[in-house]
């Protein structure tokens, strides 16, 4: 009895640290049909912000939509706006000329700043 006890407790105790186990991300991401790989992708005629006529407001500068969505290169999440998901082409550092949302398949949804980065000052 014991060593089914023993076996039993192992056995539950198995997913605890482990790489593999689900977590509540990829458990959120399955549910919604993608892979932890595969950002969620966002309609921007669904977007409150786009409905109001707001700007994204991200690294103390605001973000208008430009242009269509595009096939982009590599992404990576930079940040968040209202739940959104904001992303940067990987070989691109702070401060961005541009941020991304993912429309869906391999498109991205560019949006550019409403004014220029602001130069900094020399020391």
Not at 22 to 41: H, K, S, W
Not at 69 to 76: G, L, R, Y
């Amino acid at each position: 009895m014991r060593k089914v006890l023993a076996l039993t407790v192992l056995v539950l105790l198995s997913g605890c640290g482990n790489p593999e186990a689900e977590t509540d991300e990829q458990m959120t991401a399955e549910a919604e049909g993608r892979t932890m790989e595969t950002p969620a992708a966002y309609d921007p005629d669904t977007l409150a912000w786009v409905q109001e006529g707001r700007t994204v407001e991200f690294g103390d500068r605001e973000w208008l939509p430009a242009g269509v969505p595009i096939n982009a290169p590599t992404m990576v999440p930079v940040g968040e706006f209202e739940g959104m998901e904001l992303y940067a082409p990987a070989d691109e550092t702070a401060p961005y000329d541009r941020l991304f949302f993912h429309v869906g398949g391999d498109d991205w949804q560019m949006l550019e700043p409403t004014e220029p980065v602001p130069d900094t000052p020399a020391m």
